[in-house]
């Protein structure tokens, strides 16, 4: 039986290895390569053949919802997961739309995980209830929607950055971004939401679920 290659797409090593240990066990999936940033990301999806893409949403140097498109474009056929830190309510349906065909949180229990990479992988798509529901729920009269849907995925990024805590300094070093650049992210943001500083953005983030406030 030929096994389903995976590519495993997440800047922390440790992470990597987790998933690669997961993987061993099984008898139909292989990890047959890694990528720490997006452009190891592009070199590898261009020069080989995949079965499945399990990628991280933030990966350094790049927006993780430009990076679904970009492969999306060049590889139309490549299942891709997304194994990500932030929870559903936070990226999972913009990530849908850019072309992933699932999405999945790393509190998420080894079980969990392997039958989402096979669903996937056979051309499936995998969400989770609450997922299917922010879909829905997206889907609603425009005078109804909510402020941070009005962001665009770069803003949004920042916006979320922002609201954990992360300074202008901080943020635009992670998205090699000058601080220019950031500050007039932010002002947008400030601007589309209807809002004064980040206070605000930090308790309309928890207020609609976006964060916890034990994360902060």
């Not at 209830?129 to 962001?151: D, K, S």
């Amino acid at each position: 039986m030929d096994k389903i290659r995976v590519l495993l797409a997440d800047d922390h090593a440790i992470i990597r290895d987790g998933l690669k240990q997961i993987l061993a066990d099984t008898e139909d999936l292989v990890v047959g390569g890694e990528a720490a940033n997006g452009v190891e990301v592009m070199h590898l999806v261009r020069e080989q053949e995949w079965g499945i893409l399990v990628l991280d949403i933030s990966m350094p140097g790049r927006n993780g919802l430009d990076l679904i498109r970009m492969i999306k474009d060049e590889k139309p056929l490549l299942p891709i997961l997304i194994l990500s830190m932030h929870h559903e309510e936070q990226y999972a349906v913009r990530a849908i739309h850019a072309g992933a065909a699932g999405y999945l949180t790393k509190e998420s229990d080894a079980d969990v995980l392997l039958g989402a990479i096979r669903r996937v992988a056979h051309g499936g798509v995998y969400i989770t209830e609450n997922v299917t529901e922010l879909m829905i729920r997206g889907i609603r009269p425009a005078n109804e929607t909510l402020p941070h849907t009005a962001l665009s995925d770069r803003e949004y990024q920042v916006f979320n950055m922002l609201v954990m805590g992360a300074g202008l300094t901080e943020i635009g070093a992670e998205l090699s971004l000058s601080v220019k650049t950031i500050s007039t992210h932010k002002t947008h943001i400030l601007q589309k939401m209807n809002m004064s500083n980040t206070s605000e953005l930090i308790r309309y983030a928890i207020s609609h679920g976006l964060i916890e406030a034990s994360e902060l």
